[in-house]
């Protein structure tokens, strides 16, 4: 099939483990961060959020960390399944701006 | 969240021709963004388009190549003029919700 995560790093995880994936953002001033799952043939879904005066958010089996001290964002997975597999972005936002700017992704595959 | 939807899906264009992808949203939004998606790469910003004047295109993009129309506060499109093979890439249409962004499933573009 199709996919957009042809050149992009690939994280390749066993079934049934955690998944870390992690985004270094540049922007000091951003203070609201988005994680999207991009699947082959479509567009990017919502999967977590953050603002900046929080440092973790967890969602259904996803967990968001926010370290603004270095500037890293990382998305946690627990027991990944194979319908993990994607494509993830990282999008990061100041207030100032209505703009999403999106990091360069990773590519989960997840083993059977 | 709303329901945005593009077309075409896809297409095959020759190269010197124009191609108009068109995004609707199922209720009123007040800002609709185009994004390029390149083969193997995250989403890049084209510009922001607003009911009632023209869009604000982002660096690297000029409305020659990229004209963008919005006639009402629920429909949108995007032009790639002149196309040539470097235009070949998935383009997305996004509104802001409170928060998040939402997508729309893109249009996967080549250029031969």
């Known amino acids: 099939g199709e996919s957009v995560g042809l050149h992009l790093p690939t994280l390749s995880v066993q079934e049934g483990d955690n998944s870390i994936i992690n985004c270094a953002y540049s922007?000091?001033?951003?203070?609201?961060f988005i994680w999207y799952k991009q699947e082959s043939g479509k567009g990017p879904q919502f999967i977590i959020d953050i603002r900046s005066n929080m440092d973790k958010r967890q969602g259904q089996r996803v967990t968001v960390l926010l370290n603004k001290t270095v500037k890293h964002l990382s998305l946690q997975i627990a027991a990944t399944q194979p319908g993990d597999s994607a494509v993830y972005f990282c999008a990061e936002n100041s207030g100032s701006s209505y703009k999403l700017i999106f990091g360069s992704g990773t590519r989960l595959l997840v083993r059977p | 969240s709303a329901v945005i939807s593009q077309k075409p899906s896809r297409d095959i264009c020759q190269r010197g021709t124009s191609l108009t992808i068109q995004c609707q949203v199922d209720?009123?939004?007040?800002?609709m963004f185009w994004y390029r998606q390149q083969p193997g790469q995250s989403l890049t910003l084209i510009a922001t388009?607003?009911?009632?004047?023209?869009?604000?295109?982002e660096s690297g993009f000029v409305i020659d190549k990229f004209p963008i129309s919005r006639p009402n506060l629920t429909f949108s499109t995007l032009t790639v003029s002149n196309m040539s093979p470097e235009d070949s890439s998935i383009y997305l249409c996004s509104y802001r919700g409170s928060s998040e962004a939402f997508f729309g499933q893109g249009t996967r573009l080549t250029v031969v």
């Open positions: 922007n000091s001033a951003s203070d609201y």
């Open positions: 388009a607003n009911q009632g004047s023209e869009a604000t295109y």
């Open positions: 209720s009123q939004v007040t800002m």
